[in-house]
């Protein structure tokens, strides 16, 4: 059998970067460039070289200071250098959804714990852009329309990994829920879809509240063990 990172790597390296799109929507597509093929290869190497199985944290879509960058689930180059010590040439500038994942990893036992039990992934594997800067999926019906196939093709891709636990984890609580919740009614695909906030909701928001976020986070992924 593959391991859980020659077939995570598979799907990335092969996605096709020309997803339907509405005029003046732009498409991140970090796998073409080389240090980018690297630190994905040396992050799944060394924490999902394995057929354990896991659960999946599904998030919305990339972001272009974030894993549009790495090809790393809600991280940032500054983390993967100075946590995962995956040596770099990107901007350090640290991104917020990945700090705070970061803070809760390490509450949960640290990165070789956490990615043990777990993968970061999201429901658009690309990450998309609107006059420079980040868009997502859901933000208008049209985009949402001219994505529906390639979301349908690659979340079902993703899933259908033998390591992939039926039971998942969706970040954010509102509309990427809304459309996991109806992708599963219309594919049942998941036994069951539970819900945390999204991280750069809680920076942006609730900054001051983040270690009960933290700790809601953990309280969740336990129920996964």
């Known amino acids: 059998m593959y391991t859980f990172a020659q077939q995570i790597l598979d799907f990335y390296f092969t996605l096709s970067k020309e997803p339907?799109?509405?005029?003046?929507?732009?498409?991140?597509?970090?796998?073409?460039n080389p240090q980018t093929r690297e630190m994905m290869e040396t992050f799944f190497?060394?924490?999902?070289?394995d057929t354990n199985p896991r659960t999946?944290?599904?998030?919305?879509?990339?972001?272009r200071l974030g894993s549009g960058v790495t090809g790393v689930g809600f991280s940032d180059a500054y983390h993967l250098e100075q946590i995962c010590?995956?040596?770099?040439?990107?901007?350090?500038?640290?991104?917020?959804?990945?700090a705070?994942?970061?803070?809760?990893?390490?509450?949960?036992?640290?990165?070789?714990?956490?990615?043990g039990d777990?993968?970061?992934?999201?429901?658009?594997?690309?990450?998309?852009?609107?006059?420079?800067?980040?868009?997502?999926?859901?933000?208008?019906?049209?985009?949402?329309?001219?994505?529906?196939?390639y979301i349908t093709q690659t979340l079902l891709q993703?899933?259908?990994?033998?390591?992939?636990?039926?039971?998942?984890?969706?970040?954010?609580?509102g509309k990427n829920l809304k459309y996991l919740e109806a992708f599963n009614k219309?594919?049942?695909?998941?036994?069951?879809?539970?819900?945390?906030p999204h991280p750069r909701w809680v920076m942006q928001y609730r900054r001051k509240e983040k270690q009960k976020y933290i700790d809601h986070y953990i309280d969740i992924l336990n129920k996964h063990l």
Not at 86 to 94: G, P
Not at 119 to 148: H, I, Q, R, V, W
Not at 158 to 173: D, E, L, N, R, Y
Request: one cysteine or more; a negative charge.
């Open 158 to 173: 993703q899933i259908s990994i033998p390591q992939a636990k039926p039971k998942i984890i969706c970040v954010g609580t």
């Open 186 to 196: 219309m594919h049942r695909c998941f036994e069951s879809i539970e819900v945390v």
């Open 85 to 98: 010590d995956i040596a770099n040439d990107f901007d350090k500038r640290i991104e917020l959804s990945a």
């Open 20 to 32: 339907s799109l509405p005029k003046g929507i732009e498409v991140i597509y970090p796998f073409d």
């Open 118 to 149: 777990f993968f970061f992934t999201t429901t658009m594997p690309l990450g998309l852009l609107k006059e420079g800067k980040n868009y997502n999926y859901y933000d208008d019906k049209e985009t949402l329309a001219s994505l529906e196939p």
């Open 45 to 49: 190497n060394k924490y999902y070289n």
């Open 56 to 63: 999946y944290l599904i998030g919305i879509n990339p972001g």
């Open 100 to 115: 705070f994942m970061f803070e809760v990893i390490e509450a949960y036992g640290g990165v070789e714990k956490f990615y």
